[in-house]
């Protein structure tokens, strides 16, 4: 039997293995620099073997001996992408942690065909000059909130009316998410004055993002009013002076408040707004261009909801209820719109050519009212009954004797800080496995390839089909089987 000091002499170096051939060719493929890394953590974990005596002398001679292939285990794991697809079995539609919504086909394809050649993306094809890079939005953003059933116009600050000047209408600039176009909104239009807001509004988003630190970065002051609970139109109008520049409404899109509660109506804060002459801005925060009443979800405002009743400025997410890419959206008044623009803080928060073509194809779905398009939306109007179809030929080709899989009725989540109290009914396939906790399981399916992320209730795993892809069934039927 060979001593630990025999087996650290049979150790090569990093400049011996990256002599050997099979590395040269690791070295033509991958490059020296990072081969020599992986050589280094190879020999740093046989070391290691050996000091702790791991796997008995024959084991680790064999493990020395097979240190190129060690190697080139080692260069394909770091080399990987580390961002990777998942199937995701939670149920919950709009996973912060999982990217949130996926994008529709059309989407992927617009990506692929501007992002790998030129663009227009700041070019006016018709007069050969410089143009706007979210102009290629706002066209459809204008046919989505001013030409639908009952045409979006915003009231006008000066007039208090809705004349033909107002009806400039409807604009939409584009930022890189939902925090950046609140910022950018406060900062224009609330820069060294107030904004009024009440007390109950005042959340914290994913992060530990909170509405006043964002409002501190912006250069406006917060006057808090009225209580957690309770806050009535009168508490807004007594907090209005001279310093006032703004009326804000926060959607509480995370969290409920219930039992004791008062809020003042849109339509009183559009009244007061109007009457003190100041913008009225409502950072909805996931932002539905889609009649939600239509999956069963009520009491979830939507952009054009706001905006007909009268707010000068939403503010809302592209990657929430809208079913696109990452992006913060600011809809409102078209002179508004352009002071926006206008802020040094727009370049600074702007979107690149990738997001533009994704919310692009993306908008074109839903002026074509293709909303099984988009797979957000396909998601939510899926009915039980075929998710239920679906769970059942899964569970007809698990055999594992270990494995014990049921059915049970359950409850699909919107998810992504959207429609906190909404749910949707599904039919979960619930396992419990006669050796392994349910977090052993649950560890060993995000090995797989691709991983599946999966709850775990009550000591069972729970898997929701509805947020599972009809493709990638057989993938998870194969990793169920094999558990």
């Given at each position: 039997m060979k001593s630990e000091t025999s087996l650290f002499r049979e150790l090569?170096?990093?400049?011996?293995?990256?002599?050997?051939p099979e590395i040269t060719q690791l070295i033509d493929s991958e490059g020296r620099s990072a081969v020599a890394d992986a050589c280094r953590v190879v020999l740093v974990r046989l070391r290691e073997e050996i000091s702790a005596g791991r796997g008995g002398h024959d084991q680790l001679t064999k493990a020395i001996a097979g240190a190129p292939e060690a190697v080139a285990r080692e260069v394909r794991r770091s080399m990987a992408c580390s961002l990777k697809p998942v199937i995701n079995a939670t149920g919950v539609i709009l996973h912060t942690n999982l990217g949130r919504a996926p994008l529709l086909a059309q989407a992927l394809d617009h990506i692929r065909e501007t992002a790998a050649t030129y663009s227009n993306l700041e070019f006016d094809l018709q007069?050969?000059?410089r143009g706007k890079r979210d102009a290629h939005v706002d066209r459809l953003f204008r046919k989505l909130l001013s030409e639908g059933s009952g045409s979006v116009v915003p009231p006008s600050?000066?007039?208090?009316?809705?004349?033909?000047?107002a009806r400039a209408a409807v604009s939409t600039i584009v930022v890189n998410n939902n925090a950046a176009a609140v910022l950018l909104a406060l900062n224009t239009l609330a820069d060294g004055g107030?904004?009024?807001?009440s007390r109950g509004e005042l959340v914290e988003i994913g992060g530990s993002f909170r509405i006043p630190d964002v409002m501190a970065k912006s250069g406006a002051t917060l006057r808090e009013v009225g209580t957690t609970n309770r806050t009535r139109i009168t508490d807004y109008e007594r907090a209005i002076n001279e310093r006032t520049k703004l009326l804000l409404r926060v959607h509480r899109s995370n969290f409920q408040i219930s039992g004791f509660t008062e809020q003042p109506a849109l339509p009183e804060l559009v009244a007061l707004a109007q009457k003190h002459k100041l913008p009225l801005m409502e950072d909805l925060g996931s932002g539905a261009l889609f009649d939600l009443r239509s999956v069963g979800i009520d009491?979830?405002?939507g952009v054009l909801d706001s905006l007909r009743a009268g707010a000068h400025a939403v503010t809302y997410s592209g990657d929430k209820l809208l079913g696109g890419p990452q992006a913060g959206l600011i809809s409102g008044r078209a002179d508004l719109v352009q002071r926006m623009r206008a802020n040094s803080l727009f370049r600074a928060l702007r979107v690149d050519k990738l997001t533009c073509a994704a919310l692009e194809a993306t908008l074109l779905a839903y002026v074509r009212h293709d909303y099984s398009a988009v797979p957000a939306l396909r998601m939510m109007r899926t009915p039980e009954s075929e998710i239920r179809l679906r769970a059942e030929a899964v569970l007809s080709k698990i055999t594992a004797q270990r494995l014990r899989a049921e059915l049970i009725k359950g409850e699909s989540l919107i998810g992504g800080g959207s429609a906190p109290s909404a749910s949707l009914p599904t039919t979960l396939i619930a396992l419990t496995h006669q050796k392994l906790k349910a977090e052993a399981v649950a560890t060993q399916l995000r090995s797989y390839d691709p991983p599946i992320v999966a709850r775990i209730e009550e000591?069972?795993?729970?898997?929701?089909?509805?947020t599972v892809f009809p493709e990638q069934d057989p993938q998870l039927t194969h990793a169920l089987a094999n558990l």
């Open positions: 090569p170096s990093v400049d011996e293995l990256l002599r050997r007069s050969g000059e600050l000066e007039t208090g009316g809705t004349g033909v000047a107030e904004v009024i807001v009491n979830e405002p000591g069972r795993i729970l898997l929701d089909l509805r």
